[in-house]
């Protein structure tokens, strides 16, 4: 079967909802263990119980990322008990709207502790189970908003522009170990926050303003959780084993085609 996980083991971030929910069931779906290392109890119990019907492979495993400690404490225990990580895919984040001058300090603060430090974390924690085995995958979700300028995303371009440099500092550093580092950069992904972002302020016209930043891909919608997915499993699979130090837009043409 092509892009089987069979007999891996992977952590999914942030796999309680969104593109990492997705990215767990499909890892699953493929045949992999899947550690749902998220910090929302009740998020991740639903997507283990989405696992779990379908006859997969899975557990909890409750952590905040932005605690090294704690990330470490989870990354022992998951090692403890399935011998080894194949994978880990970093998916937990936040979010934030505004430009620089009304970003505050504990705005600021809390987007770096979840979407830059709980990287670090993440990765610091499986560099040592990774190299004793001569082999492993990290993909971490990075954003358009790394590469190319998005209005009222300072301190969210700001976390991500640094998920996307460090990814390349790991592909370099370990190449040798035998172990792959990508990232991904998506556009604008129809999940849970996109529908609370509209609700929240554009109450009554969430059709229209969902519509208009829909629009903002040229492709004429936004992502579905789904397709980061298949990426994310493409990436993980032994089938992009040449695959390394590299990141992966998937935004419906808004990179190249916005001019």
């Known amino acids: 079967m092509l892009f089987s996980l069979e007999n891996k083991v992977s952590i999914i971030t942030g796999a309680g909802s969104g593109i990492g929910k997705a990215i767990a069931e499909v890892f699953a779906k493929q045949g992999s263990t899947v550690c749902i290392v998220e910090l929302n109890k009740i998020a991740a119990e639903g997507t283990l119980n989405n696992i779990l019907s379908k006859k997969g492979k899975a557990k909890v495993y409750s952590c905040n ?7 470490k404490q989870t990354v022992d225990a ?28 504990a705005d600021f603060d809390r987007l770096f502790n ?16 990774m190299k004793n085995q001569k ?24 976390t991500k522009g640094a998920v996307y440099t460090m990814t ?10 035998g172990i ?9 992904v ?21 519509e208009k930043l829909s629009q903002t891909q040229p492709i004429g919608r936004m992502a579905k959780p789904l397709e980061i997915a298949h990426l994310a499993l493409y990436l993980c699979s032994d089938e992009a084993s040449f695959i390394t130090g590299t990141d992966y837009p998937i935004d419906g043409g808004f990179l190249k085609l916005n001019t």
């Open 180 to 188: 792959r580092c990508n990232s991904i950069s998506p556009g604008r």
């Open 78 to 105: 998951i090692v403890n008990e399935f011998g080894r990580v194949d994978i880990l895919v970093n998916c937990a984040g936040v979010a934030h709207i505004g430009k620089l001058e009304n970003t505050t300090e």
């Open 114 to 129: 979840v979407n830059v430090k709980g990287v670090y974390n993440a990765m610091q924690a499986v560099i040592t189970s």
């Open 65 to 71: 990322v932005s605690n090294q400690a704690e990330v």
């Open 135 to 158: 082999n492993g995958v990290i993909v971490n979700l990075a954003s358009v908003a790394a590469i190319v300028s998005v209005a009222d995303r300072f301190a969210y371009s700001m």
């Open 168 to 177: 390349l500092s790991v592909a370099k550093d370990y190449v040798k170990e």
């Open 190 to 210: 129809h999940t849970p926050f996109v529908d609370g972002f509209l609700k929240a302020n554009y109450p009554g016209k969430e059709a229209e303003m969902f």
